[in-house]
């Protein structure tokens, strides 16, 4: 079975910390995404990864960054988190074969 | 960018009814996925279309991909409580692998 990762189930951050989610993937898979979940607006993207050190901006990259230095492994930044940054946030990893992209158990950050 | 809305938010029904969901995009797509989050979980693939016009079905769930690629719908019939949960649709374009999602539906079921 396909896992992905994510490191933190809940996460309590202060305004102004620098955050690192972290996503792990153990099926070689060489797409990884980044989306938020908010009540309404469904998930956006807001950065999707095609291969190492490759990445493109999503919808909503602003506040954001992303590091994938190795294939099973895409982090997500919040270079100074903020209040509107508090959210669901899930990983998911897909391949160019099978269609159906799979999500991590979600990490839900709160800043404070 | 590419924009993919889904309609209605918010869909409650009694057990038994049928339910559909609209999927629609600004541009063509590539293919459509359905996904399928259960409340306090994480969303689940349920399908792929990617012909002009293909249906699917799986048991009661009906998938439709538009002529136009543009749009797409979900039609459950007979709900059941088990079908509970947020429907989201999801579009690729045909030069990346960018998954966008609709805002998705959620389906309430009265017993």
């Known amino acids: 079975d396909v896992k992905v990762t994510q490191s933190s189930r809940y996460l309590v951050k202060r305004t102004g910390e620098k955050v690192f989610l972290e996503c792990v993937q153990d099926?070689?898979?060489?797409?990884m995404f980044w989306y938020r979940q908010d009540p309404g607006l469904g998930l956006r993207l807001i950065y999707f990864?095609?291969?190492?050190?490759?990445?493109e901006k999503g919808d909503i990259p602003e506040g954001y960054s992303v590091s994938r230095e190795k294939k099973e492994r895409f982090s997500l930044i919040l270079e100074s988190a903020s209040t509107n940054q508090t959210s669901m946030y899930l990983c998911?990893?897909?391949?160019?074969?099978?269609?159906?992209?799979?999500f991590g158990q979600g990490t839900r950050l709160t800043v404070v | 960018g590419q924009q993919v809305m889904q309609i209605p938010q918010y869909q409650h029904v009694q057990e038994g009814e049928d339910f559909t969901t609209y999927c629609n995009s600004s541009?063509?797509?590539?293919?459509i996925q359905w996904y399928k989050q259960r409340p306090g979980g994480h969303p689940v693939f349920l399908i792929q279309?990617?012909?002009?016009?293909e249906v699917k079905k799986q048991k009661r769930l009906t998938f439709q991909f538009g002529e136009a690629k543009k749009n797409s719908s979900l039609h459950i019939t007979a709900t059941q409580t088990t079908d509970v949960g947020t429907y989201f649709c999801?579009?690729?374009?045909?030069?990346?692998?960018?998954?966008?999602f609709g805002q998705g539906t959620t389906l309430q079921v009265k017993p």
């Open positions: 998911a990893s897909s391949t160019g074969g099978p269609p159906e992209a799979f």
């Open positions: 099926m070689d898979h060489e797409n």
């Open positions: 990864s095609y291969d190492v050190k490759m990445k």
């Open positions: 541009t063509t797509l590539s293919n």
């Open positions: 279309l990617v012909k002009s016009g």
């Open positions: 999801a579009g690729r374009k045909s030069n990346t692998g960018k998954l966008i």
